[in-house]
């Protein structure tokens, strides 16, 4: 059903690929409250046609959908040059993190867990979008601070409140691609392929060895590389 909607504003627009329309409907209200421009599918077909077609900002897709699941529209997405570059949320229910993995691993951008508050969609939406602005993995900045936190990237230097500490070159590289990439879960192994390149054959609970060095050397900001249960990790000030 076409929607009108002010096209002058310019407002970002989400498509939503859901097969409940009860959920769909919620979600669209809430998020034309918030000024986005908001499309609909029903199935993982109509929506991958969809974000083909118009190109969208944003996909909130649902994994369990009739027909293709939402892991085979990620899927689908990421291997199309024209949607490859879509950003995606996809939408789960409790206790399937094996597809939030998967779902990671295939690209998608972040994932949310239903049932979810509206504060807490529009706050994961914002900060999605929010990271691709300025593109990702292309930075060469030498420096990145967060907080107390100074990463010197050429020096391969880490201080924490102004004093160096030692971490070895796994440990430094992972931490600052988890910070460059601050807000956003991997899995393990993309972690290690990130750390160690993927043709290195090391067991992804070796980045739990990692992670528990460099949080012990953190100290204090250690709790800043959050275990998302299940799923990997994320950096996050808290
Ligand atoms: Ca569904």
């Not at 600052?176 to 807000?183: A, E, Q």
């Amino acid at each position: 059903m076409a929607n009108p909607m002010s096209t002058a504003t310019g407002a970002q627009r989400i498509l939503i690929i859901e097969d409940e329309p009860d959920i769909t409907e919620v979600l669209k209200y809430n998020l034309e409250k918030n000024h986005y421009q908001v499309a609909t599918a029903g199935t993982g077909e109509d929506g991958l046609a969809a974000a083909r077609d118009t190109l969208p900002d944003l996909v909130l897709l649902d994994l369990m959908l009739p027909g293709i699941d939402g892991l085979e529209v990620c899927r689908k997405i990421r291997e199309d040059p024209r949607t490859r570059d879509l950003l995606v949320i996809m939408l789960t229910a409790k206790g399937t993190e094996a597809d939030v993995v998967v779902g990671l691993t295939l690209g998608a951008d972040d994932y949310i867990v239903k049932p979810f508050s509206t504060s807490e969609l529009m706050a994961r939406i914002k900060a999605v979008l929010r990271r691709a602005e300025p593109r990702e993995g292309d930075s060469d900045d030498e420096a990145i601070k967060v907080g107390p936190l100074a990463i010197d990237l050429r020096k391969h230097e880490v201080r924490v409140d102004g004093k160096p500490i030692e971490l070895t070159l796994s440990e430094f590289k992972l931490l600052s691609f988890l910070i460059k990439k601050k807000g956003r879960v991997f899995t393990r192994d993309q972690l290690l392929d990130a750390v160690v390149g993927p043709d290195v054959f090391v067991t992804a609970r070796n980045i739990d060895v990692h992670v528990a060095a460099l949080r012990k050397k953190l100290g204090k900001y250690g709790s800043w590389i959050v275990t998302v249960r299940g799923v990997g990790y994320r950096f996050e000030e808290v």
